[in-house]
């Protein structure tokens, strides 16, 4: 059969903040029939989503790693790769995934030092600069949106702050909530690590890590005094690999998954190559956050981002009404054939997170926002026993 | 649409030793509408496909892990959590994936010992005694089938020498290229870990690193002296997810690549639910490689296990007729649009392999073997210049 004639099954409408809702034309090349990994057919399609995977951050020169993995496996690429034991790490936490991403430069001998923010604010950029006059960091690392608050912070003052203070600092993204929802321009900038996984506003299934690096960053994992302290997430192992997929021959180090990367490369000729520029769609982004954030307000709900402007426009995270826990909250969403999810770490079941993302915030067509803003108005009703 | 609906796009048939050929019921399945990871809709699904990955080597204790990864993450996974930096691994290699096993080792700092076969061959039994009289290892690795030069490895003779000489010694069975196609009786044997990969025998795409450990080697793992050296691969994140979702809960640690655990679900049902036994597939398996074992003898192509009885049944690796390079037997068969693979490692121009595994094997109604053997006659005809 042919990819129109396809059709995914009937579902409930899932807006979580990843995995999201994704097109026909992804899920029929998630089932493309089985293809060698190392057949002639493949390498373009692996070579093209390496570029691809450029064009969305705006890079002309950074090295991408697509490896089969959840996107956590991209924080032990940059904890096994760029830091040396015994280095310092600087952490700019702004929740659960900035405690995690601390866990995994400590397993693998990093010290790390965390400037962590109240629950739902961001860190200030002062204590930053505080912080690296006091000691020579390896790297300093920014969740762009934590998925746990929908926290967003700017990369820009930091990296400005690192340049100003400690320019031989690289600056580390965790792109996973914001790559392809949020702008993210990676050579102007002067990122050197960006960080993603493909189930989020890349909009293909989960199971691919991905991350970018910049040519200095390359430099510095090469002049490495000791060896790779991981063998599956080592660069050595896979920028070989990258380079001879993307030059457009085959190369060995362990099987990529192939259908997923068919996935992603439809995903992202969506993305890149469509009617829509990156620029349009995250002005889309905003605008359907705008909404669901407007309707929330309304509802006299409050965000969990405590400054409107450090909040990401891919997601919103809503304190629950008073008295009401986020699993009721997700369960009368449910009732509707919506799926949200509820808060997480330890404050999990005060606040409740809906995600808006890709298709959902894009293809207005859809009517996911609509959807998601009268479901959410009889949801609070029926919670807090007032009619909607 | 539904799973009777949909039809795989015509293709080349792939018979590499993996990825192979795979029912539209489990690309059906691949294509499922994004899920939540935590849903509970999803929780059963995971959770009956780590039951089911036990009883594929017939284990009643066994405790599964399914992380999203090669097959190589299982090499990351038993020298992170199971061998401590310092501690003593013998590596029993008999072809390109033993290298790598034991360069993974090394990576997390054991002390590596080879018993290298030569090209072809396996290792000496007793040799194997006077390696474990000599000093005391942690674990002692075997590759079943090696997929480089298609040489099984019978693990129960080494077994037997280990709880003769050494009975603490863990015994790992790389099992990437022989679960759900060689038999195995995990319990039965002792065998303490098994590690594999969804994309060979167990007939679902790539993307799934896919390791059983027994209960003894649990323990030896929960013993540890020091923290586990990998956070992605750590069964400290891990064993707690599984646990959970097997009891029918969900948990987080790192988001799981949800469409492929559905087209890995499936395939489990058709391999473990359906008429067919395991014991028949092993036999359907044993009956394809011996019809492609044979044809080969006929055409005088020599197989590269200098054994017959220590070939594998999944797959078939021979020497080219003398003066032909296995890249040219490779695109002869593309040609006739037939997928095999080269050869493996520094012989690799010598020898090429054909993959008969999961339905290539059993579904006898598909002709893939008929087909396979039929090319192979041509090809051989084609390559030195004679008639088929």
Known sequence: MSTQEFKQAPHKLLVIPGPIEVTDEVLYANAHPSVSHVSAEFVPVFGDSVRMTRDVVFS?????????????????????????????????NTGYFGDSFSDC????????????????????????????????????????????????????????????????????????????SE???MDEWGLDVIMTASQKGLGAPPGLSIVLVSERAIKVFETRKGPVSAYYASWKRWLPIMKAYESGSAAYFATPPVNLIYAYHQSLLQLTKANLSLEERFKLHAEASGRVKAAAAELGLKQVPVDPSAAANGMTALYCPAGVKSSQIASLFMKRGVVIA??????KDTYFRIGHLGITAVEKSRGDVDRIIQVLKEVVAEATGKSA
Chains 1, 2 share one sequence.
Request: contains cysteine.
């Open 60 to 92: 002309k020169t950074a090295q991408p790693f697509l490896i089969s993995g959840s996107g956590t496996l991209g924080w032990d690429q940059i904890s096994a790769n760029l830091v040396e034991p015994g280095e310092n790490a600087l952490v700019l």
């Open 342 to 347: 509820g808060g997480l770490g330890s404050q």
């Open 183 to 185: 702008e993210i321009r």
């Open 105 to 180: 430069l400590r397993t693998y001998g990093a010290n790390v030092d965390e400037i962590k923010a109240d629950f739902g604010a961001t860190v200030d950029v002062a204590e930053v600069e505080k912080a690296l006059q006091s000691k020579k960091y390896k790297i300093v690392t920014v969740t762009h949106v934590d998925t746990s608050t929908a926290v967003l912070s700017d990369p820009r003052p930091i990296i400005a702050a690192v340049r100003k203070v400690s320019p031989e600092t690289l600056v580390v993204l965790d792109g996973v909530c914001s790559v392809a």
